[in-house]
Nanobody
């Protein structure tokens, strides 16, 4: 089963930027057969969908709370998916997870933020925004 690894979490001040990375734990495995989603869970809150990228790499979708600030992209080798986070706010503090939806192999423009669509998850990386 596909296993994912996130990295890039850190502590930053409000208004700062971070870039999170997501890759398969098996080195060199490409992610172009999957929809890749980014989710986050803040203390005491339910996990929520943040952003997704279609298997084709051409379709993205983001939650209203991060639109205009967060973008999802993929490297040319299709090995790593990134979540670029700009203009960070205190309320962005959470553990961030990436996850893979295998239906991306059937639909290259599928891009979902529905948590139950994703079967493979990373362990999460902590993002803390505070002054």
């Amino acid at each position: 089963q596909l296993k994912l690894v996130e990295s890039g979490g850190d502590s930053v001040q409000p208004g700062g930027s971070l870039r999170l990375s997501c890759a398969a734990s098996y080195s060199g495995l490409t992610l172009d057969k999957y929809v890749i989603g980014w989710f986050r869970q803040a203390p005491g809150k339910e996990r929520e969908g943040v952003s997704c990228l279609s298997s084709s790499g051409g379709v993205t979708n983001s939650a209203d709370s991060v639109k205009g600030r967060f973008t999802t992209s993929r490297d040319d080798d299709k090995i790593t998916v990134y979540l670029q986070m700009n203009s960070l706010k205190v309320e962005d503090t959470a553990v961030y997870y990436c996850a893979a939806d295998p239906l991306g192999i059937l639909d290259p423009v599928r891009c979902t933020l529905q948590e139950t669509d994703f079967g493979s998850w990373g362990q999460g990386t902590q993002v803390t925004v505070s002054s």
